[in-house]
């Protein structure tokens, strides 16, 4: 049942209907080069799940290439693919959505649907969402979204009340992640604060106060891609409530995912 909430908080960054607030300006700069989208290219990464008290370690591979051309509202992007299912958040960030460049800033536009042990299937569509900017002051914020949806859980109406947005991390001169050492760094996090309020028919009730229950922060090398990504997810729900719900009082996960071979053309 946790993992199954821990899954629920992690995809409900995508069950958003998302369009950019792009709040970095009109300066787009040089072209961003840090996730070379050539067709062809191709990055393989180790996730690694780690162990919590209900939760043991777990170890997966993804493949994420760059696919065909494609044309979403009239705007040329890149399609995103993987060879299997999307273990790691930044592969199932990416797959089977649509990336573009546009100045120094990469964006992306698309939909995915997911079933596989949640309550009902969850479908999001991202719109122009941008997700780095490269020479980006650490802390500006790049896009940002809000609203809210509802979904069942156990017979329960659970209603979302998120932020979603995207903020620079800043950059550094390097990185060494899984025994190789990459170069010109930049960085970026995605952070999704998450309300959840129950329709319990007598009444509305707080289930989770606001807070930062999902961040992920991505380490992108120039002209190479994204070579490491810490995600961590945690909540804690509200200390009190009148009814008994079948959702652990608080828990943590974290999941890295480490570039291991990789194909620039």
């Not at 930062?212 to 009190?240: D, E, P, R």
Request: overall charge negative.
């Amino acid at each position: 049942m946790k993992s199954k909430l821990f899954l629920l908080l992690a995809l409900s960054i995508f069950t958003l209907s998302c369009s950019s607030d792009d709040s970095s300006g009109e300066d787009n700069g040089e072209p961003a080069t840090s996730l070379p989208i050539v067709s062809g290219n191709y990055w393989a990464y180790d996730v690694f799940n780690h162990e919590t008290s209900n939760t043991p370690e777990s170890f997966a591979r993804d493949s994420v290439y760059v696919g065909n051309d494609t044309l979403i509202n009239s705007v040329a992007f890149k399609k995103m693919k993987t060879l299997t299912i999307a273990n790691g958040f930044f592969s199932g960030t990416l797959k089977d959505n649509g990336l573009r460049i546009d100045g120094n800033k990469m964006r992306i536009t698309g939909s995915v649907n997911f079933s596989a042990g949640l309550p009902t299937p969850l479908g999001f569509s991202v719109s122009d969402f941008i997700i780095l900017k490269e020479n980006a002051t650490a802390g500006q914020e790049l896009s940002s979204t809000n609203g809210s949806f509802t979904q069942d859980y156990d017979g329960i109406p659970l209603t979302f009340t998120y932020i979603l947005k995207s903020v620079s991390d800043g950059s550094q001169s390097s990185l060494t992640s899984n025994s190789a050492t990459y170069s010109n760094i930049t960085k970026t996090k995605v952070i999704l604060n998450l309300k959840i309020t129950a329709d319990v028919g007598f009444a509305v009730l707080e289930v989770m106060p606001a807070q930062n229950v999902l961040v992920s922060t991505q380490y992108y090398s120039k002209n190479i891609g994204m070579v490491y990504n810490l995600t961590n997810i945690s909540y804690t729900l509200s200390s009190s409530l009148p009814i008994t719900l079948p959702i652990p009082q608080s828990g943590s996960q974290t999941q890295e995912e480490f570039l291991d071979v990789y194909q620039i053309n």
